[in-house]
């Protein structure tokens, strides 16, 4: 099973361009949520969304847009970054709430410059 | 509003030794649920364990051990016998609340097992 597959793994990008980070999984979970991992901060929610067709704002939502068209498929968009978005992004899934064990995806590091 | 913390921000052990990582968390709901997730220098998060709050036993998986304490809001993880693999960032975390969406994560503990 490839379980939650995030693309890319690294990326630079210029102050102001917008881009997309790819999260898919393949184990019909509803459940699908970004976080960002900084030095000493732990994880920290962005987005999360319980179902094809719903999202709603987690702890550090600004300057992110999501969308859930599938149950597979849960991008993060990048409006306009920031060097404060360099970061590690985590997407995970779970098969329902996050009371239930969550698989993560391998990461991808996105540096602002 | 809920809170974990993991006092420890790094912890190094010589190989075979025995090491504690200690979690503290704060919630006001009656039902919750805590967790231990591993990552390695690789980068990858790997769920160790799940425990929810009316299950107060003590649970062993080899050489790891959970100790689940409600009286000091603790769920404190032991590895015994250390190994060079378990080097890894250690992060405990919350989920609170009848149908909370949110993972509540400690800022981790860094282990470092040395040959």
């Known amino acids: 099973n490839a379980g939650v597959t995030q693309t890319p793994k690294f990326q630079v990008l210029k102050t102001g361009q917008s881009m997309t980070l790819q999260c898919a999984q393949d184990?019909?979970?509803?459940?699908m949520s970004w976080y960002r991992q900084d030095p000493g901060m732990g994880l920290r929610l962005i987005h999360y969304?319980?179902?094809?067709?719903?999202?709603d704002q987690g702890e550090v939502p600004n300057g992110y847009n999501v969308s859930r068209s599938t149950t597979e498929d849960f991008p993060l968009r990048l409006l306009s970054a920031a060097p404060s978005q360099t970061s590690v992004y985590f997407c995970?899934?779970?098969?329902?709430?996050?009371?239930?064990?969550?698989?993560f995806g391998q990461g991808t590091r996105l540096t602002v410059v | 509003a809920q809170k974990v913390t993991q006092a420890q921000t790094e912890i190094s052990v010589v190989e075979k030794e025995d090491v504690t990582l200690d979690c503290v968390y704060e919630?006001?709901?009656?039902?919750?649920?805590l967790f231990w997730y591993k990552q390695p220098p690789s980068g990858e998060l790997v769920f160790l364990i799940r425990?929810?709050?009316?299950?107060?036993q003590n649970e062993i998986s080899g050489r790891y051990s959970w100790n689940f304490q409600k009286s000091t809001s603790s769920f404190n993880f032991t590895i015994t016998a250390s190994q060079v693999v378990d080097s890894a960032v250690y992060f405990c975390?919350?989920?609170?609340?009848?149908?909370?969406?949110?993972?509540?994560f400690g800022k981790g503990t860094k282990l470092s097992v040395i040959p």
């Open positions: 995970a899934s779970s098969r329902t709430v996050m009371n239930t064990e969550a698989f």
């Open positions: 184990m019909n979970h509803e459940y």
């Open positions: 969304s319980v179902g094809a067709g719903i999202t």
């Open positions: 919630t006001r709901d009656t039902t919750y649920y």
């Open positions: 425990r929810n709050s009316f299950d107060e």
């Open positions: 975390a919350l989920n609170s609340g009848a149908g909370s969406y949110q993972l509540t």
